[in-house]
């Protein structure tokens, strides 16, 4: 339990004793516990400033603070503020997720102490629920045909996701969907919280979610560096590069160069991308996705038609632009899936059929037998 807590009113060791009484499934910061308010009968417990609590500020200023740093969402300030008060005055048992403008997600609990009294705890869960990218029952039905059921997709932020199934089982609508290349029939894809459902394609690029493969980005007649330069264009101004100062273009030179470099083609810089051999041709895509500078990167079956040496090549790129930002992919290659993602979600005609590490996918009999099924047919 907290061992710099603070409080009004010498009531600390009363706070203290409250606090051993709580059932065990209740979390409580445990460096950052601070006791803040107390009006006889209402603990209030928050990750606060030592300060703050050592003026002995009142309950409903430290409501406003946290209404004023957008803790309680979006609204009047004023409202937010009495709908707290009157929560915690009503001592209703209460469980809300609040997102902070940090992006920090915190679980607010409110319970009833066993000896009188309530207390409310303040958990840090960001961990647990930093889904950047999540569907809804989403589905996608062709003319009668159901290629996508019911699909709630969950993409935690910072990770390396990849879904994988059967030919056909729905995992490229799925890309189609989630970029808005296809509409969905029904269902909802939020980034970041928004709804995106109805954002065109363009707009969910410049968002930040951005797609590569199957659908090239590449120029083939142009050098390698020049697509590059096409993409980053693209990126800033889109199409009316032409009147800018020269200085700006330089600005674009260094960093074209920088993502040759990155995905190791400065060597290739000169080339026709037409000439470039199969498994570069790809970092070259990768490098023009990244020049989106995208948070969510899709691939769309990253190492298909490569030899041993370029998938090797692939996945450690991979690897490495996975670093700040998300990736969804989709590959068959199990040997590179098993390698790179943090989470897998299995598609089986349309629908998901199981979820969770490669080691857990891997077990799981529905899974085998899906493979094995197709393996047979
Ligand atoms: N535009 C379309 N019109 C009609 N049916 C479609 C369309 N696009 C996809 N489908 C069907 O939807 C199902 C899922 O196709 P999808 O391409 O999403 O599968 P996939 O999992 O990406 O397969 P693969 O592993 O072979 O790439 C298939 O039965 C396919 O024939
Ligand atoms: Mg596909």
Same mark, same amino acid.
């Given at each position: 339990?907290?061992?710099?807590?603070?409080?009004?009113?010498?009531?600390?060791?009363?706070? &203290?004793?409250?606090?051993?009484?709580?059932?065990?499934?209740?979390?409580?910061?445990?460096?950052?516990?601070?006791?803040?308010?107390?009006?006889?009968?209402?603990?209030?417990?928050?990750?606060?400033? &030592?300060?703050?609590? &050592?003026?002995?500020?009142?309950?409903?200023?430290?409501? *406003?603070?946290?209404?004023?740093?957008?803790?309680?969402?979006?609204?009047?300030?004023?409202?937010?503020?009495?709908?707290?008060?009157?929560?915690?005055?009503?001592?209703?048992?209460?469980?809300?997720?609040?997102?902070?403008?940090?992006?920090?997600?915190?679980?607010?609990?409110?319970? %009833?102490?066993?000896?009188?009294?309530?207390?409310?705890?303040?958990?840090?869960?960001?961990?647990?629920?930093?889904?950047?990218?999540?569907?809804?029952?989403?589905?996608?039905?062709?003319?009668?045909?159901?290629?996508?059921?019911?699909?709630?997709?969950?993409?935690?932020?910072?990770?390396?996701?990849?879904?994988?199934?059967?030919?056909?089982?729905?995992?490229?609508?799925?890309?189609?969907?989630?970029?808005?290349?296809?509409?969905?029939?029904?269902?909802?894809?939020?980034?970041?919280?928004?709804?995106?459902?109805?954002?065109?394609?363009?707009?969910?690029?410049?968002?930040?979610?951005?797609?590569?493969?199957?659908?090239?980005?590449?120029? %083939?007649?142009?050098?390698?560096?020049?697509?590059?330069?096409?993409?980053?264009?693209?990126?800033?101004?889109?199409?009316?590069?032409?009147?800018?100062?020269? *200085?700006?273009?330089?600005?674009?030179?260094?960093?074209?160069?920088?993502?040759?470099?990155?995905?190791?083609?400065?060597?290739?810089?000169?080339?026709?991308?037409?000439?470039?051999?199969?498994?570069?041709?790809?970092?070259?895509?990768?490098?023009?996705?990244?020049?989106?500078?995208?948070?969510?990167?899709?691939?769309?079956?990253?190492?298909?038609?490569?030899?041993?040496?370029?998938?090797? *090549?692939?996945?450690?790129?991979?690897?490495?632009?996975?670093?700040?930002?998300?990736?969804?992919?989709?590959?068959?290659?199990?040997?590179?899936?098993?390698?790179?993602?943090?989470?897998?979600?299995?598609?089986?005609?349309?629908?998901?059929?199981?979820?969770?590490?490669?080691?857990?996918?891997?077990?799981?009999?529905?899974?085998?037998?899906?493979?094995?099924?197709?393996?047979?047919?």
């Amino acid at each position: 339990m907290a061992s710099h807590t603070t409080g009004e009113n010498g009531q600390l060791e009363a706070l &203290q004793a409250a606090l051993e009484q709580l059932d065990q499934g209740i979390t409580v910061f445990d460096r950052e516990l601070r006791l803040v308010g107390w009006n006889q009968r209402f603990f209030e417990l928050l990750e606060f400033p &030592q300060r703050l609590a &050592q003026t002995g500020t009142h309950f409903s200023e430290f409501m *406003r603070h946290n209404a004023e740093r957008g803790e309680y969402g979006d609204g009047d300030v004023d409202a937010l503020v009495s709908e707290r008060v009157e929560i915690a005055r009503s001592f209703r048992p209460h469980y809300l997720e609040r997102v902070r403008p940090n992006g920090a997600v915190i679980a607010v609990k409110g319970e %009833p102490l066993p000896g009188g009294g309530f207390v409310t705890t303040y958990t840090d869960i960001t961990k647990d629920r930093r889904y950047i990218l999540e569907t809804d029952g989403l589905t996608k039905e062709f003319k009668g045909f159901v290629a996508v059921r019911n699909v709630n997709l969950k993409v935690r932020k910072g990770t390396i996701h990849a879904m994988i199934g059967p030919n056909g089982a729905g995992k490229t609508t799925v890309f189609n969907l989630l970029t808005r290349f296809l509409p969905v029939s029904s269902g909802s894809i939020r980034f970041k919280g928004k709804d995106i459902t109805q954002t065109g394609a363009d707009a969910i690029a410049r968002m930040g979610i951005v797609r590569s493969f199957q659908i090239s980005s590449v120029f %083939p007649h142009l050098s390698v560096r020049e697509n590059v330069r096409v993409a980053l264009q693209r990126k800033y101004g889109r199409d009316s590069q032409f009147w800018r100062p020269a *200085r700006e273009l330089d600005g674009l030179n260094d960093e074209a160069e920088k993502l040759l470099f990155e995905v190791g083609l400065e060597d290739y810089a000169e080339l026709m991308a037409v000439e470039l051999p199969y498994g570069r041709k790809r970092a070259l895509e990768i490098a023009t996705t990244l020049a989106l500078d995208p948070e969510v990167m899709l691939l769309d079956e990253p190492t298909q038609g490569m030899g041993h040496e370029d998938i090797g *090549r692939i996945t450690d790129l991979i690897r490495k632009v996975a670093q700040n930002r998300t990736i969804l992919m989709v590959e068959h290659n199990l040997s590179v899936v098993a390698n790179l993602s943090q989470w897998i979600t299995v598609l089986q005609r349309g629908e998901i059929l199981a979820e969770g590490t490669y080691g857990e996918v891997s077990r799981n009999p529905d899974v085998i037998e899906a493979y094995m099924g197709s393996a047979h047919a």
